[in-house]
């Protein structure tokens, strides 16, 4: 503009009212360019358009739960959203014909769940700030307690918790070098049902482990190897379902089951010998062990009809499996520097870690199903010897008041005391000893969901396969063994007193000199280090849940 000003007025320079003239034709020629540009740029955003995804419908939507498009667009008005935002914000929905990607009708998904947690995570972990608004800050940690939450797309509540979590998402990627297009952003947050053999197809011929966390990558591509291996199996037809016996069979026996056992496992290439004779001998025996190792049993050979009914699951419910737990490690948190600790809810196991190295493992008891343990993360920073167990609420109005009123003298023999009433239910509480449910040592981590680890009395339920007994909190088979390594760094805890402190009439607390990070999985399959498959039943039905939403015929 002004090049183009400089020339119009290089002719006009004698009488002043030419001067004056050529001022008035200067500032013409600019306004006019000015507003020229003005329109040429309005003109542009609005013939900038978005194609609307359409295929995507009620019928084969991953989520079955859509906003207006109106909403969209007067949230990016009252929040003053910027320009590129407020595209990657419209391209995002518009691919996803304005489906949720948050919600479903029931809850928040499970995508929804591993963001909060992974910011939580970042934050304290790495002090790495997801750009998460102080209203969302507040209203997360209440949704994800919550196993229903009615999402409604006509609740402004929902809407604009939906909004506000994509406009975070989008601000997260692009800080961590991964400012995706909308087609790549449904890799994380899947909009459509897919055919599962054509999602694994993508899934093996693709790069999608790109942009992930090292440790989440290293883990996606063990698990993808093991997906091309199943996805190869189910294009040959699968496997033969292996009849159930009714009986443990053991090294040595011979049984028409076992010729199809063999065969089974021919197939997935835990048994590589050209043999269907009925005989259980020395070599199946090994490949049965790695079998139930892969599966979480007790390694001892045994044949049992629980086993079979693993083998037994079809193939292609299996690479339903890998795909929802690939799903899963898109949300992968990284591991810090120092100690971690994991806990997979399926696995039934704890992991510590120093500087990734894994330092043991603990089996541990984790919530049933109508108390299901949350996955989430958070910092355990304090142990409790000696505690009292302030029961919940739930639980006494469910379990200990209907107990008081056939047995008045259930309370004593409990070691429990009533501390007080709130709206006509007894605050109980029970006192530290040997019968104290959280047994002799807790540990604190703050989360939302009161959920915490912990001794038990009831040591017997360790020796269990299947281990989810608890009302949501983590029972560890060895907090003797965890109490000493958290504290391996106080001198002024030994062994001695932590002995005393475990078996005091009254609570004692030991914070931590520094908090070690805590992470709460829901992993049903994953492949360990060698590149072997691990698999565990999906005790929640998260696996189900998920399969329904991703697949167009969930086996």
């Given at each position: 503009?002004?090049?183009?000003?400089?020339?119009?007025?290089?002719?006009?320079?004698?009488?002043?009212?030419?001067?004056?003239?050529?001022?008035r034709?200067i500032?013409?020629?600019?306004?006019?360019?000015?507003?020229?540009?003005?329109?040429?740029?309005?003109?542009?955003?609005?013939?900038?358009?978005?194609?609307?995804?359409?295929?995507?419908?009620?019928?084969?939507?991953?989520?079955?739960?859509?906003?207006?498009?109106?909403?969209?667009?007067?949230?990016?008005?009252?929040?003053?959203?910027?320009?590129?935002?407020?595209?990657?914000?419209?391209?995002?929905?518009?691919?996803?014909?304005?489906?949720?990607?948050?919600?479903?009708?029931?809850?928040?998904?499970?995508?929804?769940?591993?963001?909060?947690?992974?910011?939580?995570?970042?934050?304290?972990?790495f002090?790495?700030?997801?750009?998460?608004?102080?209203?969302?800050?507040?209203?997360?940690?209440?949704?994800?307690?919550?196993d229903?939450?009615?999402?409604?797309?006509?609740?402004?509540?929902?809407?604009s918790?939906?909004l506000?979590?994509?406009?975070?998402?989008?601000?997260?990627?692009?800080?961590?070098?991964?400012?995706?297009?909308?087609?790549?952003?449904?890799?994380?947050?899947?909009?459509?049902?897919?055919?599962?053999?054509?999602?694994?197809?993508?899934?093996?011929?693709?790069?999608?482990?790109?942009?992930?966390?090292?440790?989440?990558?290293?883990?996606?591509?063990?698990?993808?190897?093991?997906?091309?291996?199943?996805?190869?199996?189910?294009?040959?037809?699968?496997?033969?379902?292996?009849?159930?016996?009714?009986?443990?069979l053991?090294?040595?026996v011979?049984?028409?089951?076992?010729?199809?056992?063999?065969?089974?496992?021919?197939?997935?290439g835990?048994?590589?010998?050209n043999?269907?004779?009925?005989?259980?001998d020395?070599?199946?025996?090994?490949?049965?062990?790695?079998?139930?190792?892969?599966?979480?049993?007790?390694?001892?050979?045994t044949?049992?009809?629980?086993?079979?009914?693993?083998?037994?699951?079809?193939?292609?419910?299996?690479?339903?499996?890998?795909?929802?737990?690939?799903?899963?490690?898109?949300?992968?948190?990284?591991?810090?520097?120092?100690?971690?600790?994991?806990a997979?809810?399926?696995?039934?196991?704890?992991?510590?870690?120093?500087?990734?190295?894994?330092?043991f493992?603990?089996?541990?008891?984790v919530?049933?199903?109508?108390?299901?343990?949350?996955?989430?993360?958070?910092?355990?920073?304090?142990i409790?010897?000696?505690?009292?167990?302030?029961?919940?609420?739930?639980?006494?109005?469910?379990?200990?008041?209907?107990?008081?009123?056939?047995?008045?003298?259930?309370?004593?023999?409990?070691?429990?005391?009533?501390?007080?009433?709130?709206n006509?239910?007894?605050?109980?509480?029970?006192?530290?000893?040997?019968?104290?449910?959280?047994?002799?040592v807790?540990?604190?981590?703050?989360?939302?969901?009161?959920?915490?680890?912990?001794?038990?009395p009831?040591?017997?339920?360790?020796?269990?396969?299947?281990?989810?007994?608890?009302?949501?909190?983590?029972?560890?088979s060895?907090?003797?063994?965890?109490?000493?390594?958290?504290?391996?760094?106080?001198?002024?805890?030994?062994?001695?007193?932590i002995?005393?402190?475990?078996?005091?009439?009254?609570?004692?607390?030991?914070?931590l000199?520094?908090?070690?990070?805590?992470?709460?999985?829901?992993?049903?399959?994953?492949?360990?280090?060698?590149?072997?498959?691990?698999?565990?039943?999906?005790?929640?039905?998260?696996?189900?849940?998920?399969?329904?939403?991703?697949?167009?015929?969930?086996q």
């Amino acid at each position: 503009m002004y090049i183009a000003a400089h020339c119009f007025a290089a002719p006009y320079k004698t009488t002043a009212r030419k001067h004056y003239g050529m001022k008035r034709f200067i500032f013409t020629a600019i306004t006019t360019m000015f507003f020229l540009t003005a329109c040429h740029h309005k003109s542009t955003q609005e013939k900038k358009t978005y194609i609307r995804n359409t295929a995507i419908n009620i019928h084969n939507a991953y989520n079955n739960l859509f906003l207006d498009s109106a909403a969209l667009e007067k949230f990016i008005t009252h929040k003053n959203v910027g320009e590129n935002d407020a595209d990657v914000l419209r391209s995002f929905y518009y691919h996803r014909n304005f489906e949720f990607a948050w919600f479903a009708r029931y809850r928040i998904t499970e995508q929804g769940r591993a963001f909060w947690n992974l910011a939580s995570y970042n934050t304290t972990s790495f002090k790495d700030s997801i750009a998460f608004s102080k209203i969302l800050s507040k209203r997360l940690p209440d949704i994800t307690a919550e196993d229903t939450v009615w999402a409604s797309a006509k609740d402004t509540f929902f809407v604009s918790t939906e909004l506000m979590l994509t406009e975070a998402f989008i601000h997260y990627m692009a800080k961590q070098g991964k400012p995706l297009a909308a087609e790549q952003l449904e890799q994380y947050l899947p909009a459509k049902k897919q055919d599962v053999m054509e999602a694994t197809l993508r899934q093996i011929t693709s790069n999608e482990a790109a942009g992930l966390n090292n440790d989440a990558e290293l883990a996606y591509k063990q698990l993808r190897k093991v997906l091309e291996k199943y996805y190869a199996i189910a294009k040959k037809g699968g496997w033969q379902t292996v009849g159930f016996t009714g009986k443990k069979l053991k090294k040595g026996v011979t049984d028409p089951a076992i010729a199809g056992i063999k065969n089974r496992l021919k197939i997935t290439g835990e048994y590589d010998v050209n043999d269907n004779s009925p005989f259980y001998d020395t070599l199946l025996y090994t490949a049965v062990k790695k079998v139930q190792a892969a599966y979480g049993y007790i390694p001892d050979g045994t044949i049992t009809d629980s086993l079979l009914k693993d083998l037994n699951v079809p193939v292609q419910k299996r690479v339903q499996q890998l795909l929802v737990n690939l799903n899963r490690l898109r949300w992968m948190p990284e591991a810090v520097k120092g100690r971690l600790i994991t806990a997979n809810i399926p696995e039934y196991t704890l992991h510590v870690f120093d500087n990734k190295t894994k330092v043991f493992d603990m089996d541990v008891v984790v919530g049933k199903q109508s108390s299901a343990t949350v996955v989430f993360t958070g910092n355990l920073n304090e142990i409790v010897f000696s505690p009292y167990w302030n029961i919940p609420t739930s639980i006494i109005k469910k379990e200990i008041v209907p107990k008081m009123q056939e047995d008045t003298g259930y309370l004593l023999r409990q070691n429990m005391e009533i501390k007080g009433y709130k709206n006509g239910l007894p605050i109980v509480r029970q006192l530290p000893g040997a019968n104290n449910s959280l047994g002799r040592v807790k540990f604190l981590f703050n989360n939302s969901y009161n959920i915490y680890f912990h001794d038990t009395p009831s040591k017997d339920l360790f020796s269990r396969r299947k281990r989810a007994f608890s009302h949501g909190c983590i029972r560890l088979s060895d907090p003797v063994k965890m109490a000493g390594y958290l504290l391996d760094n106080n001198k002024d805890w030994t062994p001695e007193k932590i002995t005393a402190a475990m078996n005091s009439p009254i609570e004692i607390y030991a914070p931590l000199k520094h908090s070690v990070p805590v992470i709460i999985t829901y992993y049903t399959a994953w492949a360990s280090d060698n590149g072997e498959l691990n698999l565990r039943d999906d005790i929640y039905g998260h696996d189900a849940e998920t399969a329904e939403k991703m697949f167009t015929a969930a086996q």
